[in-house]
């Protein structure tokens, strides 16, 4: 019997990279997922991946920065599967990797929309349908790098920064009611956000390269694992954690002088 046996689970941004491989534990461990994204194609991939492996799982175009299509993405998990046991919320938009004072003010705004708003309203309504089954897991996607900074990334951090401001205050306000809120802080992962990144910037390739204790990036189902292993009942007393899977990147930070 898997961890996450006939569980229901929201994935957002589940067409490709860290989100894609979270569908692919969840089906290996019995669980059915909603994979949301705005990437139709790869959400058709992550369905058929996910059916291949005998799990059961349903595409749902969510743009995760719309409330009604968050709203529709809940609806639509409830209105299938009855409830929804756990959520992963995932979706981003990556840094354009610009100094802040050339950062343009929509850039900030579109990056705050989808990696700071998209997590709030994901939370909101997903909390919502939770509170109504009196039981829930949440786990933020957070980064490695939300305990420091990377050079360029200033929307990026901000936002990341903000979603475990997010996770802890729903820890304080939704424990009572048997909702456990969770972060998962990646290292850098090989995924097609990422090698896009170090194809075209090679000052944040030989950054990130120079960060992790463990010499190498890793695969997004490794991380995946400890954003899985929140969602299952194994976690049933971890709330308000921030898991950081980042190969000891931020172990060497912590210890330079402030
Ligand atoms: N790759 C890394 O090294 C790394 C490092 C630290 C943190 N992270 C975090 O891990 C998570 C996954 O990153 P990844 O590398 O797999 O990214 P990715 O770009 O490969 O996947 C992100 C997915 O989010 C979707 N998405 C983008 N905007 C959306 C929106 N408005 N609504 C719904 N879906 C949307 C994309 O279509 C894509 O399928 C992110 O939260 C990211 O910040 C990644």
Redesign the pocket.
């Known amino acids: 019997m898997g961890d996450l046996e006939d569980k229901i689970g929201i994935v957002?941004?589940g067409?490709?990279?860290?989100?894609q491989a979270c569908c692919d534990l969840i089906a290996r461990e019995g669980g059915k997922v909603v994979v949301?994204?705005?990437?139709e194609e790869?959400g058709a991939e992550t369905v058929g991946r996910v059916r291949d492996a005998g799990g059961e799982a349903m595409f749902v175009r969510?743009?995760?920065?719309k409330s009604e299509d968050v709203q529709a993405m809940v609806k639509a998990a409830v209105d299938t599967y009855g409830r929804i046991d756990f959520a992963i919320n995932?979706?981003?938009?990556?840094p354009p990797f610009l100094p802040l004072a050339d950062l343009s003010e929509d850039e900030w705004h579109r990056t705050i929309a989808?990696?700071l708003t998209?997590v709030f309203l994901c939370m909101k309504y997903e909390i919502q349908a939770m509170m109504k089954q009196g039981i829930g897991a949440i786990v933020n996607?957070?980064?490695?790098?939300e305990h420091g900074a990377a050079p360029g990334c200033a929307a990026y951090i901000a936002a990341?920064r903000g979603l475990l401001g997010l996770t802890a205050v729903a820890t304080l306000d939704y424990g009572e009611h048997n909702i456990r809120v969770n972060a998962v802080g990646?290292?850098?992962?090989v995924?097609?956000?990422?090698r896009e990144a170090l194809e075209e910037n090679a000052k944040h390739k030989e950054f990130l390269e120079s960060l992790a204790p463990i010499k190498r990036f890793s695969d997004?189902h490794e991380v995946a694992e400890a954003a899985i292993w929140l969602c299952s009942d194994k976690a049933s007393f971890v709330h308000g954690h921030a898991l950081i899977a980042d190969g000891g990147a931020s172990a060497g930070k912590l210890m330079k002088p402030a």
Do not use: E, Q, Y
């Not at 996607?141 to 790098?145: A, K, L, Q, R, V």
């Not at 990646?186 to 992962?189: D, E, L, V, Y």
């Open positions: 957002t941004g067409g490709r990279g860290l989100g949301a994204d705005i990437n790869g969510t743009d995760v920065s995932n979706a981003m938009i990556p989808v990696n998209g996607i957070g980064s490695g790098n990341k990646p290292g850098t992962m995924t097609p956000a990422m997004p």
